[in-house]
């Protein structure tokens, strides 16, 4: 079959982008793939070479200074998107075309395109979604004829409103064979630099436990709106020698390798993928409860730690027991490494690969690679 991928840019680091990347190297095996962006910069994670990656050359640029002039703008972007997508469906003739999230799915409705057509892998949770988000869920899903989500709690929650879906979990993009030796005084954190990852909230409580006077270092890579409030908090604390702020690398497995603990402190999570190949590479994981990823990644006192939201003694507390126990960081490390390996990519390209053959095969005009 041939596929179009859409989706706005392949630019960042984030874990959306490398799930997708993911995807396509999957259905890539089987199927002519053709990627379509918004822009034209390339994929910060490899594509296959096989992958042609066409761009609208649609570049958005809001007016921060002016809600008006936002919406405006946001406005005309919509349409002048959809009429250049609407150009390159009718080029191309896909017989299925992947969306990620409900704005592109709306997108793709507007276009005229058949949605029984179109598969739709979702990325976040429904919790994390605005009012406008949460009314397309709810107009447009149930129509789907394919809809994967990665976390059993979305996967419940659609199929409590009627919306039939599969649950599919984000592919570890690695498993190396050998894992962190865990006597290196790093704490680590990845993730982008917003609200919803709390890296502030993170500073605070590394601020109030016992790592300071044990020389440990707290390291976040990323990239977000919120770096320089983050690090103006650093220096405010005074923790310039200890907390470290460094940019996207496409070397983040050597990163994780390299560190000794993995804390998250998101408030809401689609998956959590950074704390999946975290537990890959044999780090000891904390993590607050949230909706919704985590508590399918984590057994709790098992394979890392979960903690009740707002719980911010006790996620001192379990913090503080890693740091000043060697012991405890490879008992958990060991399980953590077990835990994950069900989230290896064979077994997900496999289930990709077959729900797609098993949901459009009636559609298959064109031979299959």
């Not at 649950?167 to 917003?194: A, C």
């Not at 996207?248 to 408030?267: C, D, H, M």
């Not at 060991?334 to 459009?360: C, G, H, M, P, W």
Request: hydrophobic share 40%; with cysteine.
């Amino acid at each position: 079959m041939k596929i179009i991928i859409y989706f706005g840019s392949m630019k960042p680091a984030g874990g959306i982008e490398r799930v997708i990347s993911k995807h396509i190297q999957f259905l890539v095996e089987k199927h002519e793939i053709v990627l379509i962006t918004n822009d034209n910069h390339p994929s910060f994670y490899k594509l296959p070479d096989s992958v042609s990656h066409e761009s609208l050359d649609v570049v958005l640029k809001l007016d921060m200074s002016s809600k008006i002039k936002r919406m405006w703008q946001l406005f005309f972007s919509f349409f002048e998107t959809k009429k250049k997508l609407k150009e390159k469906i009718k080029e191309h003739n896909p017989d299925v075309i992947y969306v990620a999230g409900p704005f592109a799915l709306l997108l793709i409705y507007f276009t005229r395109f058949s949605i029984q057509k179109v598969m739709l892998t979702e990325h976040s949770s429904f919790s994390a979604y605005n009012f406008f988000y949460k009314l397309i869920v709810y107009t447009l899903y149930g129509r789907l004829k394919l809809l994967t989500v990665p976390t059993t709690d979305d996967s419940r929650f659609y199929y409590s409103k009627g919306i039939e879906n599969h649950y599919l979990p984000n592919p570890l993009p690695f498993y190396p064979d050998i894992t962190s030796t865990l006597k290196n005084k790093v704490i680590l954190n990845v993730g982008r630099l917003v609200d919803d990852k709390r890296q502030i909230l993170l500073i605070e409580l590394w601020a109030k436990s016992k790592a300071l006077k044990s020389g440990w270092a707290l390291k976040i890579i990323g990239e977000g709106e919120n770096e320089k409030k983050i690090k103006k908090l650093v220096l405010k604390l005074g923790l310039s020698k200890s907390v470290i702020i460094e940019p996207n690398t496409k070397q983040i497995k050597e990163e994780y390798l390299k560190a000794s603990i993995f804390t998250l402190t998101s408030r809401t999570e689609g998956f959590g993928l950074a704390l999946a190949e975290a537990m890959a590479c044999g780090l000891p994981c904390i993590s607050f409860n949230c909706p919704s990823g985590p508590k399918d990644i984590i057994s709790h006192n098992y394979s890392g730690y979960l903690i009740d939201e707002e719980d911010y003694i006790s996620y001192i507390e379990k913090l503080d027991e890693l740091i000043l126990n060697y012991d405890l960081r490879k008992s958990i490390s060991k399980n953590a490494r077990k835990d994950i390996s069900k989230f290896k990519e064979t077994q997900i390209n496999s289930k990709l690969n077959d729900l797609v053959y098993n949901t459009f095969s009636k559609f298959n005009k064109k031979a299959s690679k």
